[in-house]
């Protein structure tokens, strides 16, 4: 029985969103269920899938948080 956690950032797909939707979650569990099928046949009923949706601020890359590294990167600091 695989378990896959996937990781999403909260900001949503467009900048007026603050988190993943119910349908793109539906969506993400279907694919990665279908892939878990196609690649190793494991059937859809035996794979949980997990969606944790990450903080904006639980972030970071650049050696910066998220906010400031975007900041820096449109300043053209970074």
Known sequence: MP???VQVTREGTTPDRTSV????KAAII????????D???KPLESTYV???EV??????????????YR???ADGTA
């Open 21 to 24: 939707t119910a349908e793109e």
């Open 50 to 52: 997990v969606i944790e």
């Open 39 to 41: 690649v190793l046949n």
């Open 71 to 73: 900041k820096k990167k």
């Open 30 to 37: 279907a694919g990665v269920s279908q892939v878990m099928l």
């Open 55 to 68: 903080e904006l601020d639980n972030w970071g890359w650049g050696g910066l948080p998220t906010v400031q």
């Open 3 to 5: 378990i896959v956690t």
